[in-house]
């Protein structure tokens, strides 16, 4: 059975305090792991997809990147903005239609 | 497009009450979800179809039940409502493996929700 784990619960910065949200992984032959942002009251907004072990992606002040064992979305400078929460989903090699989903990275941004 | 799209926002029932959801995609995906969100519970499947007259059980697929007569539409039951289904229910939907841009497994796109009270 796939599983995810995302670590810290909840995390709060002060704007411009960079940092990392860690997303760890059982699965059964990674087929691709997906972040994505959702705002209180609003559905999952798609981030970013990683493939391989030392893939790197991207997105203004995101940058999401992927070992063997887990995943880290860096996070540069954040602004009020960036305040949401994080979700890290696995697609595994037993399923072509499914992912598992982690119970998310609650980000706080103060000004 | 309007992407995926859910009704209705909001709904409060009462225990054994039945009521069915609509999800609704311009993006003629293949795949459809019905998930729901629980507080320190994460966002769990409840079904699945990929494909019109196709559907398939999620990971907490008891009390509901699904239909995909038209290929844009996915509707999730609730036959007699229970305090446990109060949640947060989202639509997804994406595209078949290796159908857009050479990757391999598409994103899945969510809709905005649906805010359910069963009292």
Known sequence: EDQVTQSPEALRLQEGESSSLNCSYTVSGLRGLFWYRQDPGKGPEFLFTLYSAGEEKEKERLKATLTKKESFLHITAPKPEDSATYLCAVQGGGSNYKLTFGKGTLLTVNP | ?119
Request: hydrophobic content about 30%; overall charge positive; proline content about 5%.
């Open chain 2, 1 to 119: 497009n309007a992407g995926v799209t859910q009704t209705p926002k909001f709904r409060v029932l009462k225990t054994g009450q039945s009521m069915t959801l609509l999800c609704a995609q311009d993006m003629n995906h293949e795949y459809m979800y019905w998930y729901r969100q629980d507080p320190g519970m994460g966002l769990r499947l409840i079904h699945y179809s990929v494909g019109e007259g196709t559907t398939a059980k999620g990971e907490v697929p008891d009390g509901y039940n699904v239909s995909r007569l038209k290929k844009q539409n996915f509707l999730l039951g609730l036959e007699s409502a229970a305090p446990s289904q109060t949640s947060v229910y989202f639509c997804a939907s994406r595209l078949p493996v290796g159908t857009s841009g050479g990757s391999s497994y598409n994103e899945q796109f969510f809709g905005p929700g649906t805010r359910l009270t069963v009292l």
